[in-house]
């Protein structure tokens, strides 16, 4: 099967025009959703501080104290969890131990020079990834990375397992196109075991490699799969292995927020928050619009992951769920270079007399 360059040209007029509407009223909306999330995001803050909840990074912060201290991870997380009144049930309330076993070895700082280095390694293979596209798209594509990556560099990143697994998955979408796709084979897995919501990355890759008939790395991908799900049963009998029956339960995760959630996360996690929303709002939607433009593997492995997981939390996602949007640092706001490229296909499929003369998309 061969995947189309411009997905966007191949659209019925229908279609095209739907998508477009829908761009600008999102760029629109969310000027105006910004501020109530962020609203949202400060009262819901002041209700957990006056129930005497602490912040995630304490938490975290405290675990990995204990088991550089010697302790086991799953006995440590637990008593921790209790002692901050977070929830040990399910499973997934408690990170996978990767973090505080690493963070043992080399500390905070080894951490916070290895999310530097990510966030250098990100432009540098986004500049190579986007070359044969011109030199223009080239250099744009790294800017965008490293000015989108700059919260590698806030001092609780070395805590923060959404921001340092999304680093890795950036680093691996650049290269999960070029003969490098065994590296970033190996750095998804390495993501997914650190934050276990990264694992739908690994599973829109699969779908674009059967799709794209690329066997060979569709069977290394099912091959990670079957690692990553091991490990995670592992984790997942270890966590069942400390649990009490005094221990929190998750109230779960079925918060409907709808798209001003994840949208409001992107920003917060990027240095779009330093913007003014007038110009903030429209740049996230159009970043998402660019990747739903990008055409080949890596554009629609890509618009596949974000749509997905977008989706996924405006769904299920609670107010202060806002960080899961850390795994799309900074690949999502590359989006914008093929901002140009999806605004043409698209006027060219609204320009088609009909469906039955492809002349945009046979470009």
């Known amino acids: 099967m061969k995947l189309p360059t411009h997905p966007l040209a191949h659209l019925p007029r229908w279609a095209a025009l739907a998508l477009l509407a829908l761009t600008l009223l999102g760029s629109a909306w969310n000027v105006l959703a910004l501020d109530t999330r962020d609203q949202a995001q400060r009262s819901d803050i002041a209700e957990r501080t006056a129930r005497g909840e602490r912040p995630d990074m304490e ?4 675990i990995n104290a204990r ?3 010697g302790e086991s991870y799953h006995a440590a997380a637990a008593a921790e969890h209790r002692e901050f009144a977070m929830p040990t049930s399910p499973f997934v309330t408690v990170r996978t131990p990767v973090l505080a076993w690493t963070s043992a070895w080399w500390g905070a700082e080894g951490w916070r020079t290895i999310a530097a280095l990510l966030w250098g390694a990100n432009m540098l293979a986004w500049f190579n990834a986007l070359r044969a596209d011109g030199m ?4 744009a594509g790294g800017a965008l990375a490293g000015v989108f990556g700059m919260v590698a560099f806030i001092p609780d990143v070395a805590f923060s397992h959404d921001i340092l697994a999304g680093l890795m998955l950036s680093l691996a979408l650049a290269l999960s196109a070029g ?6 084979l190996l750095l998804a897995v390495l993501a997914i075991l650190l934050r276990e919501l990264a694992l739908p990355f690994l599973l829109a890759w699969g779908a674009i490699a059967l799709a794209a008939r690329e066997q060979h790395k569709a069977l290394a991908i099912g091959a990670a799969l079957l690692v990553v799900a091991l490990a995670l049963a592992g984790h997942a009998w270890a966590v069942a292995a400390v649990r009490l029956p005094g221990d929190f339960v998750s109230p779960g995760w079925s918060g409907f927020l709808g798209p001003a ?4 996360g992107i920003h917060v996690t990027t240095l779009l928050h330093l913007l003014p929303t007038l110009i903030a709002g429209p740049l996230a939607v159009l970043a998402l619009l660019g990747w739903l433009g990008a055409g080949k593997p890596r554009g629609l492995f890509a618009a596949l992951w974000f749509t997905g997981f977008f989706t996924a939390v405006a769904l299920f996602a609670r107010q202060e769920n806002f960080y899961w949007m850390g795994l799309f640092v900074p690949a999502f706001g590359i989006g914008l270079v093929f901002v140009p490229q999806a605004l043409r296909d698209l006027l060219c499929a609204l320009r088609r007399p009909s469906r039955v003369d492809p002349s945009c998309a046979s470009r």
């Open 136 to 139: 223009g798209r080239a250099l």
């Open 261 to 264: 959630l994840p949208l409001y």
């Open 179 to 184: 003969r490098a796709w065994p590296l970033a």
């Open 67 to 69: 088991v550089a201290a």
């Open 59 to 62: 938490l975290y912060r405290a």
